[in-house]
């Protein structure tokens, strides 16, 4: 693909990045009309205290002013402080962006195998027992909602065997180096797993619809009539043809890294950026939310921009046209 | 005489449709998983209509709920036990769908009528003016889908009204991007370019030939979307954005797990309605599949 | 009847074969009891409107099918009857004694693979123990041998024309060196230029390799010139048979006059609709009309053709035609 589109690509993300700036800015203006008098609501303030604050939170001069000034901070990436911990924002997702990356990471990849695996499965088994079992099972698991399905196993593997634990990332009595990674491993076990089933159905379904398309391609006969295997046909001539739409799905789930475990972290109160989330709606803590919102939507827009380059440089007949 | 032409012109375009429409209910019915789909909503239906015959409104209110044990399994209090408050959960559990199925419904029917009307307007019309509503559409595809939603409802506040709005909000541009692009393929059609040589308007030719071939698509895409916005409901009522006054499965499961349900072994009270989300969105992502395979030519051979 | 002119046992021997596709009730009869033979070395042309059985046939020859369908009869290459053999030795017979070219079509070769790679693949799967230089080499050879030039090896499909595609398709084919080339509708989505091309190509090959050639295509004043016999396929069964020249110029079958009479002519809606310039269309497979299947839409139909299921019959030396008015010379 030519540099001029790559630019382009390049340069409509910035734009919709440079949207979603605006977005937060005035969505939030439209609320939080006197955010000061609300934070110290039931405290008598004079005046010149008030006005005091107001600057110290940027909320005077107009709203040009505040404009300007709301994207020049946003640029050196300060998002402003928490109204519940008045601690900068920044620092605060900073402190908790690795947990949800290790969680939502780990589960994407095993999501995207494992249902990569079922789909391909249950295409080349096409109307067997095993398509239909894994079609309704993969079904099942996509219908429901994903907290819940934590819940379930919550009470199953949690409660009731008691082989995990209930909730958090670490137990406050573990020391550190390895002991401490090996417990927060076994932490993790029941929230990627909720994460994984939940979402396997996803590549289950497009890979084997995708692989059932690419089945009745010419080549594939082509390939059997050389004398190849029919396993040799489907790994090395339908499989890697099936899975360009697959590596797309998952570079774009990758950018729902940051925000796609917001219930899930809730439900088994795992220190990410989603219990961050569900912590600030109770404020509501508004700068958080601000600075949430920015840093997931940017996660998603560089995703979806890599998830088209990508496309482009897998798929030969885009690469070099 | 020229009435009576254009009255057997509309009555043979009406006999048309119920014909092509009767012929699809056959094809439907051949679908297995299509007419369970239909069953497992029809029933969902029955029980939400059905919810001041199955159980009483009063029971939701806790005041009248004190004399009841608390946490009772089904087994002490039926028909689904209690729970921390002492209110029956099989009276939230069926009111609950009340209000799980209608925002599903309105928040869909919602996005689909802006969905549709941006997309046939961006399709038609095009050039600058389809390139912009385009490319308003594709900023709200990336966008991450609960964090808008999340954002908007704590600033909006919760109500069911604004439920309803947001996730209508945040659904219609998947909607709008299909019917566009099913627009772009309808406009090519020669009979399209005959009603315009005979100096037909835009709009007639909007309403009369292109609104009627989108149509079949659009009620494809709306029974796939009804899940989506059943599960956005669910999700925001969980993390405490829904309304407060009014029981629905989402809200159901918050409770349960602030109450803490799961500790307490206490499964009557969140497997219900978790339960009743994943067998209506089941229900209706198969007769969305049905629907499409009925549309879809190409779908349609390969199942023969 | 066999028409096989030599002593000699032929290359291929296809005998009462029949495919049946699973469908409503008993299934959809394709192809209903074909028999031929082509020696080594010899060129038999397979005329017929789609729908016919061609294709089917073709595909039944290297147990392509899918899975379900059944294929009763034989298929006897050098003795050996295809249709029996276990996997292991089917899918060695595969490519380097029997294989096929199909349509030059966008999606006859692997998009994401390219071509270099694809022809090695043939190679190395029957050849094992060649090492990356000479199959390389081999790839060039076969390259060049069909007018490609070997460093094109490294493109990918989409980079071809529809003529150099179907020319890769050949050389791909030729890669172990088989006895029989199958080749199905190879001209047909090219246009005259570059047909004539392709038939030059394969007349050559056929002469310096030595090499047999099944040429399945609707289209039969391409067989005239290309192939030394005729056989034309109506409604899953064969029709005529003969010498090429003489099946072309004194058809006996009216379906076969029908199909040498259908001389294109540019621009004709007439000719577009109807290529063998019949009215009508080829039966269905799942409905065949009653005694003979061509009395529909035959010019010189008979009362007794709707009752009689005439089969092949002499109709000269070397020729046979399945049609009621061939009086047994």
């Known amino acids: 693909m030519n540099r001029r589109r790559v630019i382009g690509k390049i340069l409509a993300s910035v734009g919709t990045l440079a949207f979603v700036v605006c977005f937060n800015f005035f969505l939030f203006r439209v609320v939080e009309s006197d955010p000061v008098g609300n934070l110290y609501r039931g405290r008598n303030l004079s005046p010149e205290q008030r006005e005091e604050l107001r600057r110290e939170f940027g909320l005077d001069g107009s709203q040009a002013e505040q404009f300007a000034r709301y994207v020049a901070q946003t640029a050196q990436l300060n998002f402003g402080r928490s109204y519940v911990t008045n601690e900068p924002v920044i620092d605060e997702i900073a402190r908790r962006a690795w947990p949800t990356v290790a969680l939502v990471g780990t589960s994407a990849l095993l999501s995207a195998l494992i249902g990569i695996l079922i789909g391909v499965v249950a295409a080349w088994r096409r109307g067997s027992k095993t398509d239909y079992a894994s079609t309704g099972f993969t079904m099942a698991t996509y219908s429901m909602p994903d907290f819940w399905l934590g819940m379930l196993l919550l009470l199953v593997f949690a409660v009731g065997l008691g082989w995990f634990p209930v909730g958090g990332i670490v137990d406050p009595a573990t020391g550190g180096g390895l002991e401490r990674l090996l417990d927060q491993a076994h932490h993790m076990v029941l929230p990627a797993a909720t994460l994984t089933l939940a979402y396997l159905g996803e590549y289950a379904l497009i890979m084997r619809s995708s692989l059932l398309e690419t089945m009745r391609e010419d080549y594939l006969l082509l390939a059997r009539a050389k004398g190849l295997r029919d396993v040799a046909v489907r790994n090395r001539h339908a499989v890697p043809n099936a899975l360009l739409p697959v590596t797309t799905l998952l570079a774009i789930n990758i950018g729902f890294i940051l925000s796609g475990a917001i219930a899930v972290e809730t439900i088994f109160s795992w220190p990410g950026l989603g219990l961050a989330t569900f912590e600030a709606l109770s404020g509501p803590d508004l700068p958080m939310l601000q600075g949430l919102f920015l840093v997931f939507s940017a996660a998603v827009i560089v995703a979806n921009l890599a998830a088209d380059l990508l496309y482009s440089y897998l798929d030969p007949r885009v690469r070099t046209a | ?304 | 009847m066999s028409t096989a002119p030599q002593a000699a046992r032929p290359l291929l021997s296809v005998r009462d074969l029949s495919v049946t596709y699973p469908g409503a009730g008993e299934g959809v009869p394709a192809v209903r009891g074909v028999s031929l033979d082509v020696a080594a070395g010899e060129t038999l042309g397979l005329a017929g409107e789609s729908g016919c059985g061609k294709s089917t046939l073709a595909g039944a020859i290297l147990r392509l099918l899918p899975r379900g369908t059944e294929v009763t009869g034989e298929v006897l290459l050098d003795g050996e009857d295809v249709l029996t053999m276990r996997p292991g030795r089917l899918r060695a017979v595969r490519w380097t004694e029997l294989a096929i070219v199909l349509q030059g079509a966008m999606h006859s070769l692997n998009p994401v693979q390219r071509i270099g790679a694809q022809i090695a693949e043939a190679i190395e799967l029957h050849e094992p123990g060649l090492g990356r230089g000479e199959v390389r080499g081999r790839v060039a050879e076969l390259l060049e041998l069909v007018g490609i030039p070997a460093g094109r090896a490294q493109d990918y499909p989409h980079r071809f024309s529809g003529g150099q595609r179907q020319r890769v398709l050949i050389a791909l084919a030729l890669a172990c060196r088989p006895r029989l080339l199958i080749a199905d509708e190879p001209t047909t989505a090219l246009d005259v230029m570059v047909q004539a091309q392709v038939l030059r190509l394969l007349a050559r090959l056929q002469d310096e390799l030595g090499l047999a050639i099944l040429f399945v295509t609707h289209d039969l004043s391409t067989l005239a010139s290309v192939c030394r016999r005729i056989a034309v396929m109506y409604a899953g069964r064969i029709v005529e048979e003969g010498p090429s020249g003489e099946v072309f110029r004194t058809p006996a079958h009216p379906y076969t006059r029908a199909l040498a009479a259908a001389f294109p002519v540019i621009g004709d809606p007439a000719f577009r609709m109807h290529p063998s310039g019949l009215p009508g269309d080829p039966p269905d497979p799942r409905d065949l009309p009653s005694g003979c299947p061509f009395h529909p839409r035959c010019a010189l139909a008979q009362p007794e053709c709707p009752a009689i299921d005439v089969r092949l019959r002499p109709a000269g030396p070397g020729r046979a035609a399945a049609c009621v008015l061939v009086e047994p010379s």
């Open chain 2, 1 to 304: 005489m020229r009435g009576a032409v254009a009255t057997s012109a509309t009555r043979i375009a009406w006999l048309r449709r119920r014909r092509a429409v009767t012929g699809a209910w056959r094809d439907y019915r051949r679908s297995r998983t299509g007419m369970i789909g239909l069953a497992v909503l029809v029933l969902a239906g029955l029980v939400a209509l059905g919810a001041p015959l199955l159980a009483d409104e009063g029971d939701l209110r806790a005041v009248n709920a004190i004399d009841n044990p608390s946490w009772a399994p089904p087994s002490e209090f039926g028909p689904l036990g209690t729970d921390n408050l002492g209110r029956s959960v099989w009276a939230q559990f069926v009111w609950g769908s009340r209000i799980s199925l209608l925002v599903g419904l309105a928040a869909t029917v919602l996005a689909i009528v802006i969905g549709t009307v941006v997309g046939i307007s961006a399709g038609f019309v095009g050039g600058r003016f389809g390139g912009v509503l385009m490319r308003g559409t594709e900023w709200f595809l990336v966008i991450p889908f609960l964090p808008l939603a999340i954002v908007l409802a704590a600033v909006l506040g919760p109500s069911i009204e604004n439920i309803i709005l947001v996730i209508g909000i945040t659904s219609w541009p998947g909607t709008a991007r299909l019917i566009r692009a099913q627009v772009l393929t309808l406009k090519e059609r020669l009979y399209v370019d005959r009603s315009r040589a005979f100096g037909a308007s835009g709009r007639h030719l909007m309403g009369r030939h292109i609104l009627p071939n989108v149509m079949p698509l659009v009620l494809a895409n709306t029974t796939l979307t009804v899940p989506i916005a059943i599960l956005s409901e669910t999700t925001l009522s969980f993390l405490g954005l829904g309304d407060p006054t009014r029981a629905s499965w989402g809200k159901m499961l918050e409770e349960a797990f602030r109450a803490g349900a799961i500790t307490r072994e206490a499964w009557w009270y969140f497997l219900p309605p978790g339960l009743g989300i994943m067998l209506v969105v089941l229900a209706f992502t198969l007769c969305g599949q049905a629907l499409e395979a009925i549309l879809d030519p190409r779908l349609r051979e390969r199942r023969s």
